[in-house]
Every structure is written in structure tokens, then in C-alpha cells.
């Protein structure tokens, strides 16, 4: 399913503390850019991930947050992507999600 119109907004009023922020299609999902940095992605499913590098990958997995993994058919090993989702008490609090958004881009 693709991302709507409705969820785009939903995004860019979560995250509007971060400054302007551009979007991107793809993959029947979204990439969420500041200042031309991807530092999130709404998944096709509708679940909002925000991308974690160095030591905030850390204090993701530090704070209980889920990250995104998958593994193909027939393999036997599990891939580990750069993506944790957002707690969903983050989901309607603006403030507390730019906060960690901005904690996010800052160990991009």
C-alpha cells in the first residue's frame, strides 16, 4: 500500500520542530529529509522509523525501541537495517518525537 496524502501530513506535523523538511516516495514508502538528510522513513505499513548511527544505534536499543530487520526467503541469516521504530506514545507528542528526531540527525 502506498504512503497517502493524510500520512505525509501527519509527518510533517510531527516533525515540523525540525525545520523545513522535504519528502521522497519510494519503495511504497517515504523518506523523510532535513537539509537533505534522510533521517527517517514511514514504511509502506505505516510504521515511522528513525535512522540511528554510531552511538545513538546504542540509545535505541538502550531505550527498548524495535529495529528494523528482515530476512529473506530461504536464508538462514537475519539483516539488521539502520531503522528504529518509534514508540507509539512518540506518535502523538511533537515535541518529544522532534526531540529524538533531532538527536537522530545529529549522529547522522
Do not use: C
Not at 34 to 63: C, P, Q, R, Y
Not at 87 to 106: I, K, N
Amino acid at each position: 500500500m502506498a504512503v497517502s496524502d493524510a500520512q505525509i501530513a501527519m509527518v510533517e506535523d510531527l516533525f515540523h520542530d525540525i525545520g523545513p523538511l522535504t519528502t521522497r516516495k519510494m519503495f511504497g514508502g517515504l523518506g523523510i529529509y532535513a537539509n537533505g538528510t534522510i533521517f527517517a522513513i514511514l514504511m509502506s505499513d505505516g510504521v515511522l522509523k528513525l535512522k540511528g548511527a554510531g552511538a545513538m544505534a546504542d540509545v535505541f536499543d538502550a531505550e527498548g525501541w524495535t529495529r528494523w530487520t528482515y530476512q529473506r526467503d530461504g536464508a538462514q541469516t537475519v539483516t539488521a537495517m539502520p531503522y528504529w521504530s518509534l514508540p507509539e506514545s512518540l506518535l502523538d507528542d511533537p515535541e518529544q518525537a522532534s526531540h529524538w528526531a533531532r538527536r537522530a540527525l545529529d549522529a547522522l
